[in-house]
């Protein structure tokens, strides 16, 4: 009998979702269609389920019942990235893979005849788990068993690796999986958990009559499934390989102009090759070998998908010109990453705003290319304790429109503050001042006003902190941000308001 795999990547936009935001890991976690209060709740972790927010809530109503809930946005071009990685990473492992078109994070595989390659088909599993689990830093659920919706039922309520003997143990724990582990609409779900149905069997054994037109196109599906009206067999979806360029140079060459040159040759072949399958491309891989046998890899990156030569070229030009060749160049290899194109309709009328955000992107690319990767990066929020802790440097691939918070009803602008980390320590404060406190030295003046203490205390998780917070108004008007710390006895200049 045919065997069938099915892999179930846990909420892949959670995981996605989760992977970008360090400390979320531990936290209740949602995706939403939209990041506002009426926003559709799509996809939650274990921790907000146990507090009850489920698929298909609004934003403002998962709050209310988990007021921790961590929530945000997972682009659908980055959700599609993954899928293709995905997919690619499992197709070397089973001969046909097939990801699920309305479930991203699902993905049947063709186990059958893999006992020949492996010593069980719990061998092949664990290996499958601990492949995505390794490389692209994704926990799945595996699932063997003998019909299609049998293995994608198991596999959505299972946590780990499942392999079952006969196809009647595999019926048997799938008409005890809860309903809302699969994927019905809201309505339909809350509609058969008030008829007291909540698993897959007792909606399996539900009369046919009436499914459809009570409970929409997407539970009929369901049913139909569930009752094993469709048994397909996998059908696989492998994505293209990525396109590679290679040049083997009988006489090295040491002169980066040339080199670029042999680049630009290859990228037009591989920007051709992207448009005919309606791609743009999103990452560009240049790998060179020397003569001394050493080998130097670059990726770059554009601002946005492009197809556009001339904008590529400039950015390989700024990164290898900062590229110390140690020999010279015997190889040169390039690969192209793909990404589907938008089509973007044309305005009737031609606004221009007065930010232009494709040219900032641009800027950033270019900064990039010529100083790495992690040369432009920008400050996320994080919890912590102290004020240095409540940020960290993320890297900044694009930048987007502001979403600023509404302004008060006076239309005063926001003050800025500017942190010094780590915060400068300030001369002993002597106990007369005739003259006043000379925070700054002469050029500000002395202190006319000050604000405070604002008392910062605890950290006896690691070590005993406390802080007495002021602002200081020098004589020219600068805004200082001083403490006190106890514990040093010391004053420290921590930053300055603006």
């Not at 921790?68 to 899928?83: C, D, M």
């Not at 197709?91 to 059958?112: I, Q």
């Not at 990767?373 to 987007?400: K, M, Q």
């Not at 509404?406 to 942190?419: D, E, Y």
Request: hydrophobic share 45%.
């Amino acid at each position: 009998m045919d065997r069938m795999a099915c892999v179930d990547v846990a909420a892949l936009p959670l995981q996605l979702i989760v992977r970008r935001n360090a400390g979320w890991g531990e936290q209740p976690v949602a995706v939403l269609d939209r990041d506002r209060a009426q926003g559709k709740v799509l996809w939650v972790n274990e921790r907000a389920r146990a507090a009850g927010v489920l698929p298909g809530m609004t934003y403002v109503a998962a709050l209310s019942l988990c007021r921790t809930l961590r929530a945000g946005e997972v682009p659908r071009g980055e959700i599609e990235e993954a899928v293709v990685a995905v997919t690619r990473r499992l197709g070397r492992l089973t001969p046909a893979v097939e990801p699920a078109t309305d479930e991203p994070g699902v993905f049947w595989l063709d186990a059958s005849g893999l006992r020949l390659l492996h010593d069980s088909l719990l061998e092949w599993a664990r290996l499958v788990r601990s492949t995505l689990e390794r490389e692209e830093h994704l926990v799945a659920s595996v699932v063997v068993g003998f019909t299609r919706f049998g293995v994608y039922a198991n596999a959505r309520s299972v946590r780990g690796i499942l392999v079952f003997r006969s196809a009647a143990d595999e019926e048997a724990r799938a008409r005890t999986v809860s309903l809302d582990r699969l994927a019905l609409e809201p309505s339909a779900r809350e509609m058969l958990f008030k008829l007291g149905v909540c698993t897959v069997g007792a909606f399996a054994d539900l009369p046919s009559d009436g499914i459809e037109k009570r409970l929409g196109p997407t539970a009929w599906r369901v049913y139909r499934l569930a009752r094993g009206d469709f048994q397909a067999p996998v059908a696989s979806h492998l994505p293209p390989a990525e396109p590679v360029r290679r040049i083997v140079l009988d006489t090295g060459e040491e002169d980066v102009t040339r080199v670029v040159a042999l680049v630009e040759g290859m990228l037009r072949e591989l920007v051709g090759e992207l448009a005919a399958r309606d791609h743009a491309l999103a990452e560009l891989q240049i790998a060179l070998r020397f003569e001394d046998g050493s080998r130097h890899h670059e990726s770059i990156r554009p601002a946005a998908p492009t197809r556009d030569v001339t904008q590529l070229l400039e950015l390989v030009s700024l990164r290898l010109a900062s590229v110390e060749f140690p020999d010279r160049a015997s190889e040169v290899s390039v690969a192209a990453a793909g990404q589907g194109s938008e089509r973007v309709q044309l305005d009737l009328f031609d606004e221009k705003p007065s930010r232009d955000l494709a040219a900032a992107n641009r800027a950033i690319a270019r900064v990039r290319a010529e100083l790495g990767d992690d040369s432009v990066v920008h400050a996320a929020l994080r919890d912590g304790h102290l004020p240095e802790a409540l940020f960290t440097w993320e890297r900044l691939d694009r930048i987007h429109d502001a979403a600023p918070e509404k302004r008060a009803q006076h239309g005063s602008p926001g003050l800025v503050r500017r942190l010094s980390i780590p915060a400068v320590p300030l001369p002993p404060r002597p106990r007369q001042e005739p003259d006043g406190w000379m925070l700054r030295g002469l050029e500000q003046g002395p202190v006319i006003r000050v604000l405070g203490p604002y008392i910062v205390a605890g950290g006896w998780w690691r070590r005993k902190v406390h802080r007495e917070y002021h602002y200081a108004e020098t004589q020219d008007g600068e805004i200082l941000w001083v403490y006190y710390d106890r514990v040093r006895r010391r004053w420290f200049l921590q930053g300055r308001v603006e």
